[in-house]
């Protein structure tokens, strides 16, 4: 049981570029989310998903992009990439719909670079 | 709006100290769930605790125990005899039920253990 991973760990694109953030989860969890870690602001939630095929915008969905079409993948898109979007970026997962209590089970993080 | 606020952005402390990380908290529901998370150095996030608005015991588990006070809305995580081991960054977090599908994390407060 993996748990969450994600794909690449590290990564640098020059501005403009695009790429694909992955995130698998073997739990058979519902809810899936990408979150971005910047210093001294905590997390911020891009955007999540309630289910395959199903995904809204979080706090700060600007610039990037997702899709959910299997259940067990969540991916994350940059289209064109800016230096504002250096960060660490953090998928996780929950497995209760609307169940508050449920906490999230986070992967091991990306850490983007954009020059 | 909800919010989480981590006054304290960094603390030191010499091994065997005890440590109180402070997390206060708004929302408007009156159901609701706070956690505390742990980041180590290696980056991932670990879930450490999930206390409920009805539920104002507070818990102890092994060195670290944590002090929910409705009236004050705090929910304060101490660190007993603290060890090398513990210095990471630790979030608190706010999912309520009125808008379950976000968490809303603090800004993080890194706790430096030096032997």
């Known amino acids: 049981n993996a748990g969450v991973t994600q794909t690449p760990k590290f990564r640098v694109l020059k501005t403009g570029q695009s790429m694909t953030l992955l995130c698998a989860q073997d739990?058979?969890?519902?809810?899936m989310y990408w979150y971005r870690q910047d210093p001294g602001m905590g997390l911020r939630l891009i955007h999540y998903s309630v289910g395959e095929g199903t995904t809204a915008k979080g706090e700060v969905p600007d610039g990037y992009n997702v899709s959910r079409l299997k259940k067990q993948n969540f991916l994350l898109g940059l289209e064109s990439a800016a230096p504002s979007q250096t960060s660490v970026y953090f998928c996780a997962s929950s497995f209760t719909p609307g169940l508050a209590s449920d906490e999230q089970y986070f992967g091991p993080g990306t850490r983007l670079t954009v020059t | 709006a909800q919010k989480v606020t981590q006054a304290q952005t960094e603390i030191s402390v010499v091994e065997k100290e005890d440590v109180t990380l402070d997390c206060v908290y708004e929302?408007?529901?009156?159901?609701?769930?706070l956690f505390w998370y742990k980041q180590p150095p290696s980056g991932e996030l670990v879930f450490l605790i999930r206390r409920n608005s009805f539920d104002e015991q507070n818990e102890i588990s092994g060195r670290y125990s944590w002090n929910f006070q409705k009236s004050t809305s705090s929910f304060n995580f101490t660190i007993t005899a603290s060890q090398v081991v513990d210095s990471a960054v630790y979030f608190c977090a706010l999912r309520d039920e009125g808008n379950f599908n976000k968490f809303y994390f603090g800004s993080g407060t890194k706790l430096n253990v030096k032997p």
């Open positions: 929302t408007r529901d009156t159901t609701y769930y």
């Open positions: 739990m058979n969890h519902e809810y």
